[in-house]
């Protein structure tokens, strides 16, 4: 009895574990970057997302997490939201890519350098695309791209 209930123990924190593990494997993010624009200081968001890994009519927006009080400084807050809800291939369809964007006010455009530098830097993770839905986070990646017009 009591080597019974160690296996299903360790069975179910194995399940946890191994599910944990593989959570970014839905690999919906195709690509994505950042471009700032010196003179008219502003900053755009930009990520390129598919809908293979998910159900048909399933709907699910994207935003960029900012991670470092460099880029939250500069830009007011540590979310950005692109404006629209997207919706997944109807059923019987192929996957389909949706480019989406955002483009924001650098609030403290001293810094631009210095945002620059913190994103390029791939040990840190100052922007990440994410995907969401009302289950919660479905796929992210960090992105380093950075454009300067």
């Known amino acids: 009895m009591k080597g019974s209930k160690v296996v299903l123990i360790a069975g179910i924190l194995m399940a946890i574990l191994l ?69 997944s291939r109807k059923q019987g369809e192929s996957s389909q890519e949706f480019e989406v964007k ?14 620059i530098s913190e994103i390029k830097n791939k040990d840190k993770e100052a922007v990440t695309i994410e995907l969401v839905n009302d289950n919660g986070r479905i796929d992210d990646q960090v992105l380093h791209n950075v454009t300067k017009e």
């Open 19 to 87: 599910s944990a593990c593989n959570r970014n494997a839905a690999e919906m993010v195709v690509s994505g970057g950042v471009t700032i624009n010196e003179k008219a200081n502003t900053i755009t968001f930009r990520g390129v997302v598919t809908d293979k890994a998910l159900e048909p009519n399933t709907p699910f927006q994207t935003r960029f997490f900012l991670q470092g009080t460099t880029i939250k400084n500069a830009l007011g807050t540590d979310l950005i939201y692109t404006d629209e809800e997207l919706k």
């Open 102 to 115: 955002k483009t924001v006010d650098i609030k403290k455009p001293e810094e631009i350098d210095k945002l």
